[in-house]
């Protein structure tokens, strides 16, 4: 691994790291109201093309680190419609 | 411009323009107590570390719009300082 991947790769482990307090927040409070679809939309799409220009410049830092983040995100998107349904069913 | 320029350029754009709503919403509200210390420096030195990273890999989208992300989060950084200062002397 090349010092540019170690560079890369910490980058998006910090980067990815933040995430994490929003995500244990959803799950703590059962509830994702602050968050608008709106803003989850925007940023799955760009997270997802991040993915894909990693693919294409070869570069596995931005692959791996945006591949664990859309993850996370696609987690809190799904969190969001199960507690936004639970609320409507109530 | 390539192809693969456009393509990162794209991601950067819809992942910068995610922030937006919360910077509006610090704004509008004054008001940024939700937001904790730690992920803002887990994200602002990961950006730090992925301007960095564009810089040593030749990648403009990647350097370009990581800046833009790192100006927005370290103004909504400001931004909660100067509220929380503020709270705390009234």
Redesign the interface.
Known sequence: MSA?DV??L?????????FM??MLRILKRRSAD?L?Y???A??I???S??V??GI??H?M??LLTNAVTLALNFSILVLKITHDRRRVSE
């Open positions: 540019l560079l890369g910490t980058a998006g482990t910090l980067t990815t790291i933040s307090p929003q602050d608008s709106g803003a989850l925007f940023f799409i760009g997270i093309l991040w894909w220009y294409a410049l570069s830092p931005i």
